[in-house]
């Protein structure tokens, strides 16, 4: 109960950098006032920001834990808390609570395993955790391949990051496309799921998701052609998350709290919950 209620209290923080990725995503680093990390976490979790008289929201920790000097936050503009939020600029300060959730299993199921990594949009931002831990603790595990698509170029988050640091890393293979021609766009044209199944990963890889869910939808009913398992396919979920520890029930779908159970969860699992999810 003692650690479940300091996860409600938030803690005053300060941003120390922002990093314009798209048009409608900015990158937050934040720190304690003492200047530190303010929390340790796992791939996966969660935190809450709050901006007082304005409102709170849930967003992924993109962060890796082995970054031990800072958290980020990929936000897309997309309502009043992340409106201010992206009107804000280095120094101003935000309350953070948390990290919450279940994270993905990177040391214990992931390990020693191939890895597939299938993102769109903002989706790449949960994902990047894992895989920049992953790049950490390279040793761990076996080859990754990353889908990684975008309405065009321009909405492409951690571009820069791709290009300059995981296309170069060994064993990584980089696969990008946006869903339309574009001038200047050199790369494949098509929608994520369609590209997935071109590239026709084996389907030995363990697949992580995360994306819209028409996304998750079709991908997922392409990895089953392709023959993937749905024990080793892992997406996560964040929409009606609250509280964040499983007492206000907004996120309850059949006996299940999103917020304690997940936000990670395999593919049998969610076979699981009511079809309303």
Not at 139 to 162: C, F, N, P, Q, T
Not at 186 to 214: D, Q, R, S
Not at 226 to 231: I, N, S, V
Request: aromatic share 10%; proline share 5%.
């Amino acid at each position: 109960m003692e650690k479940e209620f300091e996860a409600l209290i938030p803690q005053v923080c300060v941003i120390t950098d922002i990093r314009k990725d798209t048009p409608d995503v900015k990158t937050f680093r934040v720190v304690a006032l003492d200047g530190k990390k303010p929390f340790i976490h796992k791939p996966g979790q969660c935190a809450m920001l709050s901006i007082p008289g304005v409102g709170e929201a849930l967003f992924s920790i993109t962060s890796s834990p082995t970054q031990t000097e800072y958290v980020e936050f990929s936000i897309k503009k997309c309502g009043c808390v992340t409106e201010m939020l992206h009107s804000f600029e280095v120094g101003q300060q935000i309350t953070v609570r948390g990290p919450y959730g279940r994270c993905f299993p990177v040391d214990t199921v992931f390990k020693g395993k191939d890895m597939l990594f299938i993102a769109g949009g903002i989706g790449l931002a949960p994902l990047r955790s894992v895989i920049n831990y992953i790049r950490d603790n390279r040793k761990d595990y076996g080859k990754v391949a990353i889908v990684y698509g975008s309405r065009s170029a321009d909405d492409l988050v951690d571009y820069k990051e791709i290009i300059d640091e995981w296309q170069k890393e060994k064993d990584f293979d980089v696969y990008l496309t946006i869903d339309r021609e574009q001038e200047g766009w050199t790369g494949h044209v098509g929608f994520v799921p369609n590209y997935v199944k071109e590239v026709n990963i084996p389907n030995t890889y363990t697949a992580v998701l995360c994306g819209p869910p028409i996304m998750i939808k079709f991908t997922l009913q392409g990895l089953l052609e392709l023959g993937f398992e749905k024990k080793n396919i892992y997406t996560t979920l964040e929409l009606r998350m609250k509280c964040g520890i499983g007492k206000c029930g907004r996120c309850n779908v059949g006996g299940k709290y999103v917020c304690k159970d997940g936000p990670v969860f395999c593919m049998t699992e969610l076979d699981e919950l009511p079809d309303e999810y």
